[in-house]
């Protein structure tokens, strides 16, 4: 063994050990070129698949099904198209199934052979295969049965290894699964937890509420407010351990955030505004300031007055300004 990385030292020198082989020629160019560079099998490009899944199937889990359709080997020829007394090396590429050519650098690029596909052999007429006429694959339909972990979300990816494409010149690539996480109605996910809006009247943020909340796998739960708490808009309560679970994680799970959108009314009759006086004190009036004018508030639309306002303004501008002066009209002086 020694002698012989000896021998190729000698005669092809470090770049001959590191490749073992000696150098060969491309239209003047020298490049090493590894003895194996043909018997190594390429793989085929992965096929990628957008998967569409809800926010309760990342909760509970599911296995979906796909239909996947693609090419497979011919099971009749096995993949060489024809008759094998009817094949013969390709005279084009010597049977390499592709031609070498000069690129950067010194080093060379492969380019598939275009008289025999890539096969290296060509096949007789009479020889070809009836099962895929010659193509060396047939089409075919398989099932796959993809798993959505509890915990997972979008982004996350199923890799189904050699089940895309096969071909006899190439391993088969990937299938990969990317998860695209559909929106909730009124769920929404960040990280672990789970949030949600809920909105009350005037009066259940004063005297109490409850309601219910169908979770992500049908379980109804009862929210009742805390005893003696005015409720605010803006205010957000945790029901602990409902969010989401963490992936792979048995033991963590998320905490669902409900925040509180207070509905007040647009008006009082006379009965609930005696209500509210007998509930709340009477507010102060304010000691008016000498020469005080009254002024009274009328409910408007804000983007209705900015849209009259800014039509008001652009209607003032003139077309010119008769104070502009053309500085290319202004006499230049010499300086004396």
């Not at 099962?131 to 997972?152: D, Q, T």
């Not at 672990?192 to 005037?202: A, C, E, F, Q």
């Not at 509210?276 to 005080?292: D, L, Q, T």
Request: charged share 30%; glycine share 10%; with cysteine.
């Amino acid at each position: 063994m020694i002698s012989h990385v000896r021998e190729l030292y000698d005669k092809y020198g470090e770049e001959g050990v590191r490749r073992g082989g000696k150098p060969v020629k491309v239209n003047g160019y020298n490049c090493t070129v590894d003895r194996m560079v043909y018997r190594r099998p390429r793989k085929g490009p992965d096929l990628r698949y957008p998967l569409k899944v809800q926010l309760a199937e990342f909760y509970k889990g599911s296995v979906r099904r796909l239909q996947l359709n693609k090419d497979r080997i011919c099971p009749q020829c096995r993949g060489v198209g024809g008759d094998p007394k009817g094949i013969a090396q390709c005279q084009s590429c010597d049977g390499k199934g592709m031609h070498i050519l000069p690129g950067q650098l010194g080093w060379p690029q492969w380019k598939t052979c275009s008289q025999c596909q890539g096969a290296g052999k060509q096949i007789h007429p009479g020889s070809i295969c009836n099962c895929c006429n010659g193509k060396r694959v047939v089409k075919c339909s398989k099932r796959l049965e993809v798993h959505v972990e509890k915990g997972m979300k979008g982004g996350d990816q199923k890799t189904f290894t050699r089940e895309a494409n096969e071909s006899p010149n190439l391993v088969a690539g990937d299938v990969v699964v990317i998860f695209e996480e559909q929106e909730h109605k009124y769920f929404k996910r960040e990280g672990v937890h789970l949030r949600m809006r809920k909105r009350i009247t005037l009066i259940e943020a004063l005297l109490g509420f409850q309601f219910v909340v169908r979770h992500l796998d049908d379980r109804i739960l009862l929210v009742k407010s805390e005893p003696g708490v005015v409720y605010r808009p803006g205010d957000v309560k945790a029901i602990m351990e409902e969010g989401m679970p963490a992936h792979r994680d048995p033991f963590t799970t998320g905490n669902l955030y409900i925040e509180i959108e207070v509905e007040f009314p647009r008006k009082l009759t006379e009965d609930q505004a005696k209500m509210f006086a007998r509930i709340f004190p009477v507010p102060r009036g304010v000691p008016a300031a000498n020469g005080a004018q009254e002024a009274k508030l009328v409910s408007v639309d804000i983007e209705q007055e900015r849209r009259k306002f800014q039509y008001i303004e652009n209607s003032r501008k003139p077309a010119y300004s008769e104070d502009r002066v053309d500085e290319s009209d202004q006499t230049q002086c010499r300086t004396q």
